[in-house]
């Protein structure tokens, strides 16, 4: 059974700093991390691909966060600093192709994802 296990969420102040992991059991071309808030639709944040390790992100996390891995472990991380209220919300890391990062039916495997709060 594939598993994909986040952790690292929290409470945290404006400006504040997490960072969240996921550990896959299984290896995939790509792995993404998105979020969604209450009462909005899920959307990506940042991917990484495995081999070469390009990485995408969202206009609104640019300079703000990190997505990064360690291929060793099967683990990507997402760095998140200057965090803002709007940050706020169920983080999910993802894997599947990503040939299209951003989309979400790239992605075949989910996690149950993590909580951030960001409290002004």
């Known amino acids: 059974q594939v598993q994909l296990v986040e952790s690292g969420g929290g409470l945290v102040q404006d400006g504040g700093s997490l960072r969240l992991s996921c550990r896959a059991s299984?290896?995939?071309?790509?792995m993404a991390w998105f979020r969604q808030a209450p009462g909005k639709e899920r959307e990506f944040v940042a991917a990484?691909?495995?081999?070469?390790?390009?990485?995408t992100y969202v206009n609104s996390v640019k300079g703000r966060f990190t997505i990064s891995k360690d291929n060793a472990q099967n683990t990507v991380y997402l760095q998140m600093n200057s965090l803002k209220p709007e940050d706020t919300a169920d983080y999910y890391c993802?894997?599947?192709?990503?040939?299209?990062?951003?989309?979400?039916?790239?992605?075949?495997?989910w996690g149950q994802g993590t909580q951030v709060t960001v409290s002004s």
């Open positions: 993802a894997a599947g192709r990503g040939t299209i990062p951003y989309r979400r039916t790239e992605y075949s495997y």
């Open positions: 990484i691909t495995l081999s070469g390790g390009t990485t």
């Open positions: 299984v290896t995939a071309r790509t």
